[in-house]
């Protein structure tokens, strides 16, 4: 069975780590092992200059993976390479229930378009991307056909999206607090 793939996206600031972040606690809450994968628009560096690995990727190294007792890391230089696709980001996710996709807005997964007053655009995507199948907004918003949820309301959304594909896990009440 192939993992189910459910993306956020939106405008800058349009509140898609936040709620990325509420859902992923939602649904670990629940019982779920969930995976991300976040796009960014430029360069960045999860490595410190000075250490070891930095080293190791300054010196040439294509890939450059750190294991520790608590974690492990894989690091990947593109050097001349293009930006891979998502679908090779996605093949390289370890098993898990779920993966949650923040940004990626030009691809064909299922997603849910966040909206937010103080975004730096006010252009709807969903209408002219077939992929949105609902929205989340702090303000008063018309979805047309799709569902409209609250850009904070994380558990109404996970039971959205774990109805959509089937999900089976505890509902928050069973759970307690």
Known sequence: MTTPVFGVTGWKNSGKTTLVTRLVAEFTRRGLKVSTVKHAHHAFDIDKPNTDSFKHRQAGASEVMIVSGHRWALMHELREEDEPPLDAALARISPCDLILVEGYKREGHPKLE?????????????????????????????????????????????DFIAGRFGLTASPPEALGD
């Open 114 to 158: 966040a909206r937010r007053a103080e975004s730096r655009k006010d252009e709807l995507l969903a209408p002219d991307d077939h992929s949105i199948v609902a929205i989340a907004s702090d303000h008063d918003t018309e979805g047309g056909t799709l569902p409209v949820f609250k850009l904070d309301d994380a558990s109404t959304i996970c």
